[in-house]
């Protein structure tokens, strides 16, 4: 994923520094996450929540096209793990993080407010850790997917825009862990 990131973003500002004007950038964040973990213990199963949360943000370049279309590159984080206490004093820390290219399309409203859809590919990865007494190694696992984006944007003066969107990309799945990464964000996105 990380390879992924590493090439589609200077990819995509070497193309915008020959035209600064069409090229854009965002920062966007999301309530924290809400998890759980289901413990099976003999014929029991128990459903426990977090301890620990981290909070979801997200990196986004892009390079307009046209005045109605774009393409986009971004990444998704979490600063900080949800954290899960466990039985016999183990504790598991779970990081997710997703990469996406995508395809924009705009359809302004007024010289204000603008919708938004995306669509392309995502790359996801889940990182599980356990610590305690002997844990088990941690656990990567991934996933590539579909993206899909809808969203609305408000002009606050010209080359800035507050937008809040609701991002979707295929849950990660590994050995009874799911990850479900889709939100809802409030950004900034700055065009130049």
């Not at 990469?99 to 705009?106: I, S």
């Not at 302004?108 to 995306?118: I, S, V, Y």
């Not at 507050?162 to 590994?174: A, F, G, I």
């Amino acid at each position: 994923m990380k390879k992924f990131v590493c090439l589609a973003l200077p990819m995509l500002a070497a193309s915008a520094l020959a035209h600064a004007e069409d090229f854009y950038l965002g920062a966007n964040l999301s309530s924290a996450t809400r998890g759980n973990i289901q413990i099976v213990d003999g014929a029991t199963k128990v459903e426990q929540g977090q301890s620990k949360k981290g909070l979801p943000y997200g990196l986004y370049a892009g390079y307009a096209l046209s005045k109605d279309w774009a393409v986009e590159a971004g990444y998704r984080g979490e600063a900080g793990a949800a954290t899960f206490n466990l039985p016999q004093n183990y504790q598991m820390k779970m990081h997710t993080s997703a990469a996406y290219l995508a395809a924009r399309g705009n359809w302004a409203l007024n010289e204000d407010w603008t919708l938004f859809g995306k669509i392309g590919i995502a790359r996801g990865e889940a990182k599980a850790e356990i610590s305690g007494k002997n844990p088990p190694p941690a656990e990567k696992f991934s996933r590539t997917g579909a993206y899909l984006s809808v969203g609305a944007a408000y002009q606050v003066a010209k080359g800035v825009a507050l937008d809040v969107q609701l991002e979707h990309t295929d849950k990660l799945k590994r050995d009874g862990l799911v990850a479900n990464m889709d939100r809802i964000a409030l950004g900034v996105k700055l065009d130049f």
